[in-house]
């Protein structure tokens, strides 16, 4: 046993050199919210930079939260660096707030946006990169797409959805809850209007309790297939057929929508980019499980784009 540990020691700290030897690794602060790491190819210093927005909730730059550890984000910075493509990953402001123990309960959707926006400023001022390229997962591919206008130089869409939130949420009631179905039409439109409601069914107060209406309505009023179309750039689609949260049908309507999207369907592949041979149960257990890799497709993809 010892031995085996001696070994195992020896190979990730290899792992680990290797890794050392293929990119710098620095830490920057953009403003007083956004904290991220900055990885640069020691091979390439002029190279194309990937700024890596992540999905919804408190979610950080290695693509975890409070009881949700895969490092998922950081291993899709780390493949890619590793490849000679800079990258930048950033914790989301809330991130920030909760550490500091002072969230701002009237945040809305559109300040990821800004967030977004300060970080391919910050970026587009040190003109240290060839190209800007947005890379976005999840609810970040929509914060990343509205980032992206008349800013970055090509916008990558990480399992992505193709509707507007409300219609993405709708769908999941229908196949999960359906006796909710039309209950949740009803608060939705309330919110289409930016109003607030209180008559929702309880069942679904995690969805639409009433702090967080104005985040939702604000969140409704994109609509994904329209702002794709104002993307003057390259455009990369990417979506996993073991997507327990984003379905095919999303990224295809993405892709519909644009006549100059390159569209990738990952075999395998699910929400945080694993790679997942088993049934839902393994797929929802791997939100938690570090230790996985994501799919090697993913990389090959965004590196043969870029190139």
Same mark, same amino acid.
Do not use: C
């Given at each position: ?34 904290d991220g790491t900055l990885l640069t190819p020691k091979e ?7 700024i890596i927005i992540a999905g919804s909730g408190p979610t ?21 660096s590793s490849q000679g493509v800079a990258t930048f990953r ?136 329209? *702002? @794709?179309? $104002?993307?003057?750039?390259? &455009? #990369? ?5 073991? +997507? %327990?949260?984003? =379905? ?15 569209? *990738? @369907?990952? $075999?395998?592949?699910?929400? &945080? #980019? ?5 049934? +839902? %149960?393994?797929? =929802? ?16 993809? @965004? ?5």
């Open positions: 046993m010892k031995l085996k540990f001696i070994i195992l020691s020896l190979l990730i700290n290899i792992t680990v050199f290797a890794q050392d030897h293929l990119f710098n690794v620095e830490e920057l602060a953009i403003n007083e919210w956004i390439n210093s002029k190279s194309v930079l990937g950080n730059r290695d693509g975890n939260q409070n009881f949700l550890k895969n490092n998922s984000l950081k291993k899709l910075a780390e493949g890619l950033y914790d989301k402001r809330i991130v920030k707030q909760i550490r500091k123990g002072k969230v701002d309960n009237n945040m809305m959707f559109d300040d990821f946006v800004t967030d977004a926006i300060s970080v391919i400023d910050y970026f587009k001022e040190k003109n240290n990169f060839s190209k800007i390229y947005v890379i976005g997962h999840s609810q970040g591919s929509l914060v990343g797409m509205l980032a992206a206008i008349d800013r970055a130089d090509g916008f990558i869409s990480l399992a992505g959805a193709g509707q507007s939130i409300d219609a993405v949420i709708l769908e999941q009631i229908e196949k999960t809850a359906p006796m909710y179905t039309e209950d949740s039409k009803k608060t939705f439109a309330i919110l289409k209007l930016n109003k607030t409601t209180e008559n929702y069914p309880p069942a679904l107060a995690s969805l639409f309790e009433i702090t967080i209406q104005p985040f939702m309505s604000n969140w409704m009023q994109h609509d994904p297939q329209k *702002i @794709i179309k $104002e993307l003057n750039m390259p &455009i #990369l689609l990417i979506n996993g057929t073991k +997507d %327990l949260q984003v =379905s095919v049908e999303e990224v295809n309507l993405l892709h519909k929508a644009s006549s100059n999207a390159e569209l *990738i @369907i990952i $075999e395998n592949m699910n929400h &945080i #980019l694993f790679t997942i041979q088993g049934d +839902d %149960l393994e797929n =929802s257990k791997s939100y938690n499980e570090a230790f996985r890799q994501i799919n090697p497709s993913v990389i090959e993809a @965004i590196i043969s784009f870029i190139n």
